[in-house]
């Protein structure tokens, strides 16, 4: 294959990364939680054979996937009036139990399950202090303190119920999604200087559809540039076969 062919499958294949990433944003706009991505690239230089009017090896630069960045930055805090929704404001991440182990979320959507355990919307069990937080219909209001500190009143007395266990990562980006606005890492997962909580409410997605949707022109751009490119550097090598099949031998 022609080189100038090799790098532009290399061009189109980064765009296709990258519609991939900016449609995996638009579709979490909603999501409570959710951080926007953005698709990454490297120039890979290689050395390749030099064609017949060219003389020793032709540098060659492709696209390279490098993966994607994440950016961290807080999302818009949004009061729901939910008694179990909770919104972390900085830093720090809810920490819930699953079966594959532990994982960290910013999505405070929580309900309370069958059993009356804190729980996420899969299902999995918010993790306090103590374990486990375990809530039951004889505990009356609950009142969730910016710290974490779970609290209920019953006939005017206080209860102390557990208290959330929110921690931080030195590093956020760097830790690895799992589905279901879930993350996980093997960093060593610390206290934050300061915790803020907000009860009934939720921290929405950090997602900005209009800008998402211009750079999704600017990849469709650039790959409509890209395929023309391919096919005119197609249509000249027809156009040479078809010449060459032409010249009386």
Same mark, same amino acid.
């Given at each position: /294959?022609?080189?100038?062919?090799?790098?532009?499958?290399?061009?189109?294949?980064?765009?296709?990364?990258?519609?991939?990433?900016?449609?995996?944003?638009? !579709?979490?706009?909603?999501?409570?939680?959710?951080?926007?991505?953005?698709?990454? =690239?490297?120039?890979?230089?290689?050395? /390749?054979? +030099?064609? %017949?009017?060219? *003389? $020793?090896?032709?540098?060659?630069?492709?696209?390279?996937?490098?993966?994607?960045?994440? &950016?961290?930055?807080?999302?818009?805090?949004?009061?729901? $009036?939910?008694?179990?929704?909770?919104?972390?404001?900085?830093?720090?991440?809810?920490?819930?139990?699953?079966?594959?182990?532990?994982?960290?979320?910013?999505?405070?959507? =929580?309900?309370? &399950?069958?059993?009356?355990?804190? !729980?996420?919307?899969?299902?999995?069990?918010?993790?306090?202090?103590?374990?486990?937080?375990? @809530?039951?219909?004889?505990?009356?209001?609950?009142? @969730?303190?910016?710290?974490?500190? @779970?609290?209920?009143?019953?006939?005017?007395?206080?209860?102390?119920?557990?208290?959330?266990?929110?921690?931080?990562?030195?590093?956020?980006?760097?830790?690895? *999604?799992?589905?279901?606005? #879930?993350?996980?890492?093997?960093?060593?997962?610390?206290?934050?200087?300061?915790?803020?909580?907000?009860?009934?409410? #939720?921290?929405?997605?950090?997602?900005?559809?209009?800008?998402?949707?211009?750079?999704?022109? %600017?990849? /469709?751009?650039?790959?409509? !540039?890209?395929?023309?490119?391919?096919?005119?550097?197609?249509?000249? /090598?027809?156009?040479? @076969?078809?010449? #060459?099949?032409?010249? +009386?031998?």
């Amino acid at each position: /294959m022609d080189n100038s062919l090799l790098v532009s499958l290399s061009q189109q294949l980064a765009a296709y990364r990258a519609m991939d990433v900016i449609a995996n944003n638009l !579709a979490n706009v909603s999501t409570p939680g959710f951080k926007r991505e953005s698709a990454k =690239f490297e120039e890979y230089v290689t050395q /390749m054979r +030099p064609s %017949e009017t060219q *003389k $020793g090896p032709q540098s060659i630069s492709f696209v390279k996937d490098a993966g994607v960045m994440r &950016d961290t930055g807080q999302g818009e805090i949004t009061q729901t $009036g939910a008694t179990y929704d909770l919104a972390i404001a900085g830093q720090g991440f809810f920490q819930v139990q699953t079966p594959q182990g532990m994982r960290y979320t910013r999505d405070g959507h =929580f309900s309370l &399950d069958a059993n009356g355990n804190l !729980a996420t919307s899969q299902g999995y069990q918010v993790q306090g202090d103590g374990g486990t937080i375990t @809530i039951t219909p004889n505990d009356g209001d609950i009142d @969730i303190a910016r710290d974490g500190s @779970i609290s209920s009143v019953v006939n005017g007395i206080g209860n102390q119920l557990g208290k959330l266990k929110v921690v931080a990562f030195d590093d956020p980006a760097a830790m690895t *999604k799992e589905g279901a606005n #879930l993350y996980s890492t093997t960093q060593t997962p610390n206290t934050p200087a300061t915790v803020a909580v907000t009860q009934r409410a #939720l921290e929405g997605s950090n997602v900005q559809p209009v800008v998402e949707i211009s750079h999704m022109i %600017e990849v /469709m751009r650039a790959y409509e !540039a890209t395929s023309n490119l391919s096919q005119s550097q197609e249509t000249m /090598m027809r156009q040479a @076969i078809d010449k #060459l099949g032409s010249t +009386p031998s």
